[in-house]
């Protein structure tokens, strides 16, 4: 189990993820504590297949293949959208509905035909994030954060990525797609699955 201390200001670690939008979030939730963040994909590091039945095992997966082919702190995150009416679908296969090119124009499709299929009135949904950050000596912590909403449809707005644009969370009007930057990071599950792991390792004694 990682303690506090573990993320100082001065930190160094591995966005284990080559998914630009998303190593770009993090890079910014990680910049006002003093944390640099490099991606996998600039460090020439792999993606490992994702194994796992939920997104705590497949975070934990990218988190120790990241650490230990770079021998660096390691973070990775694993989310997705799990819709109330299609069973928690498609959960963890959130980014593989997206085919091979991991086209999200082409899996929002597929989620509102999916919602349509049932009826398409009930449209309750959640994202879900969980962070793993492991460290060379195998050490490693696991959080989790949900944000919940409603799909929409046609899809709305050019910012975030994934789902974004299908995603109106409760209490607002615009979609993650919409919504300023700044907002959404307030907002989202990654936030606040980032609040816990900060919480849990993060001291401002370098």
């Known amino acids: 189990m990682l303690s ?5 200001r001065g930190s160094k670690l591995v966005v284990a993820s080559h998914n630009d939008g998303k190593v770009r979030e ?4 990680f910049a006002p504590y003093g944390i640099a963040c490099v991606s996998a994909r600039s460090l020439g590091l792999p993606e490992p297949e994702e194994t796992g039945e939920t997104f705590e095992e497949n975070a934990l997966i990218k988190a120790r293949a990241a ?22 679908l498609p959960g963890i296969h959130s980014a593989r ?38 460290a060379p000596n195998g050490e490693e912590i696991v959080t989790a954060g949900r944000v919940y909403g409603a799909i929409v ?14 995603f109106v969370a409760d209490g607002h009007r615009e979609t993650f797609g919409e919504m300023d930057p700044a907002l959404k990071n ?6 606040r699955a980032f609040e816990r792991l900060m919480q849990a390792t993060y001291s401002n004694v370098e």
């Open 97 to 134: 509905w997206g085919g091979p090119d991991k086209d999200f124009g082409f899996a929002m499709e597929r989620v509102n035909e999916e919602l349509e299929a049932t009826g398409g009135a009930y449209r309750r949904a959640n994202f879900t994030c969980a962070l793993a950050l492991a």
């Open 26 to 29: 993090f890079a910014e939730l």
């Open 4 to 8: 506090p201390g573990t993320l100082h």
């Open 153 to 166: 449809w046609p899809p709305r707005g050019s910012r975030g990525f994934g789902y974004d644009p299908i």
């Open 186 to 191: 307030q907002l989202s599950h990654r936030m």
């Open 67 to 88: 650490s230990q082919g770079s021998r660096l702190l390691a973070l990775a995150d694993d989310s997705g959208l799990e819709i109330e009416a299609l069973a928690g």
